[in-house]
């Protein structure tokens, strides 16, 4: 392209949006490449915000909107991240047609792996962030230049702007970067890396890739880094280290960009910003970058909040204020239309097996777009977006433990999840349902958390909200995918375990197979009532009227199989049978929970786990009762969906509808075994007022 050209992209940030459609209309827009490694869950988790930024800047400009100009942003993840990642974007279903936007995944094969095996880093995000130094045997060949960004960063200008800095590229140059604007590399006692001056940041960079391929950059890079390595020690800014020596031996391969294309926002440079960037006087920054470890918590520390210069203390809460903008988009709307995903599940491979046919047959409702129910029967079909493992989370040991407990909740119930979570020292699988906004609330609770920092054996999985009915056995489901352990505890958010469930669960007593270990369920309606040690003080309150057996005044039968007396007295496990619409909480073998499966047609409240347990009778599973630990119920608002069914008789026909049709779905998926649940529907007959 020519230099006119690149000062028609400097310019256009002074002119009108009409203006640089006049100018450079006549003018071809390159496709753009975008590249970023995912690590761990500390960085894939703002993979949906920073997609939404940088499509919504994408959208308003002159190349996508006259030049229908594509975009591909290049996803790197580590061993940690792929599983998260891949689930993340199957479940977007983003719309790459009309958005122009796609996103491409790699995975680091075990040559490129070995390519950075010798070298190390003490900087926090570990050395997997090394793979910026081989992204030319990473992405493929016909990718010539890629712009590389860090997920902590909010973009604020047309990234095409940035894109013309390599027309002015001269014939020595494949890296172009900002400076670095704190002192780190100048006056850090601790930092003994060499830099150019300052030195650059390496969050956002251009690379000319066919240049380096050409030329071999990436070997003299990764020679440079191990003898850099060597002679200074682990590079404590990891691959910025390491890119920073090599520049010092070769400075012709750069090229620096301006400092508003990457402020960073990390508190070692607020005292330096005006100094190293004095263009923040007069103009705004094109890229807020939070390199900061703390990120966004660095407003909440005193310290900095006095004594930091207001220049720094305005960009951060700017900065703040950009991401929660994003983040609070609603992520569908980058979403294949529910008619593309209809279309596209209509157009896979048919599942002919047997459980297959017998949904189709029995769940009539499903189909019928003028039935009263279509509404609630349509939720199965929709497509939700799940990014699991949202929280730091390290593989169980199996060793140590053989149970998972598996719960799921809505955004308000967090309180009730963080207690469950101090009583439960063993591994859990949450799957929590949430908007967008809610999303970026609930990292920021997390974050400041004293129950949930500590710990690496909670998996925290995000379901988004789609749809009217919270969708209860969808994300049991999705728990009980996420859990690693060969035993699994289902519970409800909203009950508390004895201190020595977990224990208890996870003794060698309880490994029968084919058998469901029951857990006794208890309520009490005094929300200050402490949480009982032992059964001993639990039959304390039980004598003194504190606390009664779960629902036994309006839903015995939820519960009453249990037989709460033989406990009270039990010392072993005793063998209970089911009986119509029991629903006792239990521990059960991974496999036979994922056998028989939590059915999805099942949103909102009623027979939800009534439905589970009728299903795992049907396939002859043995029901026993753990003679120690217990569940213990306290009182809370109650769901949106437990108010629909006790006030909306068209509702409440309607879950017991799809109630009536699970029962014919067993009956035809078990045959004569199963008969018996087609005589025991009840139409009129009302699940249990459990809270949801």
């Known amino acids: 392209m020519s230099k006119l050209f690149f ?10 949006f009409n203006l640089l459609m006049r100018l450079g209309s006549s003018k071809k827009c390159e496709d753009l490449h975008l590249v970023t490694f995912l690590n761990q869950a500390e960085t894939y988790r703002r993979l949906p915000t920073i997609v939404k930024n940088i499509r919504s800047l994408h959208a308003k400009s002159f190349c996508y909107r006259m030049k229908n100009q594509k975009l591909t942003i290049h996803v790197i993840v580590s061993s940690e991240s792929e599983r998260a990642v891949k689930i993340l974007l199957e479940t977007w279903r983003l719309d790459v047609d009309r958005l122009n936007l796609n996103v491409q995944l790699y995975s680091l094969a075990d040559e490129q792996k070995q390519m950075l095996k010798s070298l190390h880093s003490a900087h926090y995000s570990g050395i997997n962030t090394h793979a910026k130094l081989i992204l030319t045997e990473i992405l493929p060949k016909s990718v010539r230049k890629v712009l590389w960004f860090d997920t902590d960063l909010i973009i604020t200008e047309d990234l095409n702007l940035i894109w013309c800095e390599f027309d002015v590229f001269n014939w020595d140059t494949v890296i172009a970067a900002a400076p670095n604007l704190s002192d780190w590399y100048e006056k850090n006692e601790h930092s003994s890396y060499p830099a150019l001056h300052e030195g650059i940041n390496t969050g956002v960079m251009l690379l000319h890739l066919s240049r380096m391929r050409e030329r071999d950059v990436t070997r003299q890079l990764l020679s440079s880094a191990s003898l850099s390595q060597l002679r200074y020690g682990s590079p404590k800014l990891a691959d910025q280290d390491f890119f920073n020596a090599f520049l010092v031996e070769q400075p012709r391969l750069l090229h620096i960009i301006s400092c508003l294309w990457n402020v960073q926002l990390v508190p070692r440079a607020g005292n330096y910003l005006l100094q190293r960037c004095p263009q923040l006087q007069t103009q705004q920054p094109k890229i807020l970058h939070m390199n900061y470890r703390h990120k966004f918590t660095a407003l909440l520390d005193p310290h900095l909040q006095l004594n930091m210069n207001p220049t720094w203390l305005s960009l951060v809460n700017d900065f703040r204020k950009r991401y929660k903008q994003f983040a ?59 990014l699991p493992f949202f929280m730091p989370y390290e593989p169980v040991n199996s060793a140590n433990f053989k149970v998972t407990l598996l719960t799921q909740l809505s955004f308000d119930r967090f309180e009730s999840f963080e207690r469950l979570a101090s009583l439960w020292q063993g591994p859990i699988s949450a799957v929590v349902y949430a908007s967008d906004a809610e999303v970026h609330e609930l990292a920021d609770l997390l974050q400041v958390s004293t129950v949930f920092v500590p710990r690496r054996n909670i998996g925290i999985h995000i379901v988004y909200k789609s749809g009217t009915y919270y969708p209860i056995n969808f994300l049991r489901n999705v728990a009980l995918d996420m859990a690693e352990t060969e035993w699994v505890f289902v519970t409800d958010v909203d009950f508390l375990p004895s201190n020595d469930l977990h224990q208890v669960l996870n003794g060698v007593g309880y490994r029968k197979k084919r058998t469901c270990y029951v857990v006794p369920a ?17 039959k304390e309150l039980l004598a003194s009227g504190n606390v009664i057996h779960f629902r036994e005044n309006i839903w015995p039968q939820g519960h009453s199989a249990t037989r709460f007396r033989q406990w009270l007295n039990a010392n072993s496990s005793y063998r209970v049978e089911w009986s119509q619409d029991f629903e006792p909480y239990l521990m059960l073998e991974r496999s036979l929970a994922q056998e028989v499966g939590f059915a999805e047609d099942f949103v909102g409240f009623g027979w939800n786990k009534v439905a589970f347990v009728m299903s795992l009778d049907a396939t002859e599973s043995r029901f026993e009762v753990v003679p120690h630990g217990f569940l213990l119920h306290y009182p809370h608002q109650a769901s949106p969906d437990m108010l629909r069914y006790r006030r909306n008789p068209q509702y409440k026909s309607c879950i017991n ?28 007959s009302q699940p249990p007022l459990s809270i949801l």
Do not use: W
């Open 7 to 16: 000062l028609l992209c400097l310019a256009s940030s002074l002119l009108s």
């Open 328 to 386: 609070d988009e609603d992520g569908y709307e980058l979403s294949m239309s529910p008619q593309q995903l209809l279309e596209d599940s209509t157009n896979s491979e048919v599942n002919v097996t047997k459980k297959a046919e017998c949904a189709r047959r029995s769940y009539e409702s499903r189909e019928m777009k003028g039935h009263v129910c279509y509404e609630l029967r349509s939720e199965v079909t929709l497509k939700r977006r799940i």
């Open 522 to 538: 208890f309520e009490t309606a005094r929300v200050d009532l402490a949480m009982p040690e032992n059964k001993n003080e639990l």
């Open 657 to 684: 509808l799809v109630k009536q049709e699970f029962e014919r779905f067993l009956a035809c998926l078990h045959g004569a075994s199963a008969l018996a649940y087609l005589q025991i529907c009840q139409p009129d």
